[in-house]
Structure formats: structure tokens, C-alpha cells
């Protein structure tokens, strides 16, 4: 497959954390798509490697996306922070856990939205949040989760938490 797509929602409040994902090969619609998402930047949407720390890019290379609008230096600090190091950590792990086949981890690139809320405060539920929605959407991504079973199981039950009623 050429292109696995992955979501997930984890925590609470303000520090809530929603990464919707693509993982695929350098050479297919993810490659082009994280390209031009390192290429193609605009002022309040700095897109950023995921780092475990300066000089240690993660593999697959994943370039985080913003889907919110940065619009000050505590949440772009957020960004680059905890955000950042939790999306970092939770690639490393999934590939180390045999999520993401370490084989394949030169040849596949993933691009990471992430939500942060420009009234979140608490970097650690930042971190904590971020961490265990990638490792979810990751999964959920590289095991073609939920199937077209499942969500047709769970259209009539299921209750989006931002609808508005």
C-alpha cells in the first residue's frame, strides 16, 4: 500500500491532543506531501521535523503540520516543545515496538497534524496527550484501522465529542 492513514484523540481541556497522519513511501502521494510541507511555509504555520532532540531526526522523517494557526510565541513553544517531543518519541517507540517496520523506516516518511489549543498551559498533559494520540493514530494507520466493518458497526452509536449538541 502506498499510503496508510491514521487518527486519534486522546486527553482533555485545553491540552487536548487530535493527530490525524499519512505514512507511505518517499517515492508516492506521502513523499510529495511531506516535501511540500517542509518546502511551503506560511506565517502562522511553521511546519518542523519531529526530533528526539537537536540532530536526531526521527525515522520515518515526519514532518508535523500545524492545524491550528500559531499565533504567539507560548503556543509555538508548545509546539516545538512538548508537541514536538512527544511526536518524536511516539515514531521512535512505534518502530521499535514493530508498529512501523524497522526495515521500512529509510523508505517511509509520515506527515503528523497537530492540534494545539492556543489556551493550553500544561506542557507535561501536552506532552502526554500528543505522545499517546500519535502512538494511536500510527497503529490505527499501520493496521488499516478502524476497518470498513467497523465504522459501519459503530456510525448509529457514535457520538462525536465537538458536534455541538
Do not use: W
Amino acid at each position: 500500500m502506498s499510503m496508510f492513514i491514521g487518527e486519534a484523540l486522546d486527553g482533555d481541556g485545553n491540552e487536548i491532543a487530535h493527530i490525524d497522519l499519512m505514512i507511505g513511501s518517499k517515492s508516492g502521494p506521502v513523499g510529495t506531501a511531506f516535501a511540500n510541507a517542509l518546502s511551503t511555509q506560511s506565517e502562522g504555520h511553521t511546519n518542523l521535523l519531529a526530533v528526539l532532540t537537536p540532530n536526531v531526526a526521527v525515522k520515518p522523517a515526519t514532518v508535523m503540520i500545524t492545524k491550528v494557526t500559531i499565533k504567539g510565541m507560548k503556543q509555538a513553544v508548545q509546539m516545538f516543545g512538548p508537541a514536538q517531543a512527544a511526536v518524536a518519541k511516539a515514531v521512535a517507540d512505534s518502530v521499535a515496538d514493530g508498529v512501523i517496520p524497522k526495515d521500512q523506516a529509510e523508505d517511509l516518511v509520515c506527515v503528523c497534524g497537530v492540534f494545539i489549543h492556543p489556551e493550553a498551559d500544561d506542557d507535561k498533559k501536552i506532552y502526554d496527550y500528543n505522545y499517546s494520540a500519535t502512538k494511536m493514530a500510527i497503529a490505527n494507520a499501520m493496521n488499516g484501522s478502524p476497518t470498513a466493518d467497523e465504522m459501519i458497526s459503530q456510525k448509529e452509536e457514535a457520538a462525536h465529542p465537538f458536534r455541538g449538541f
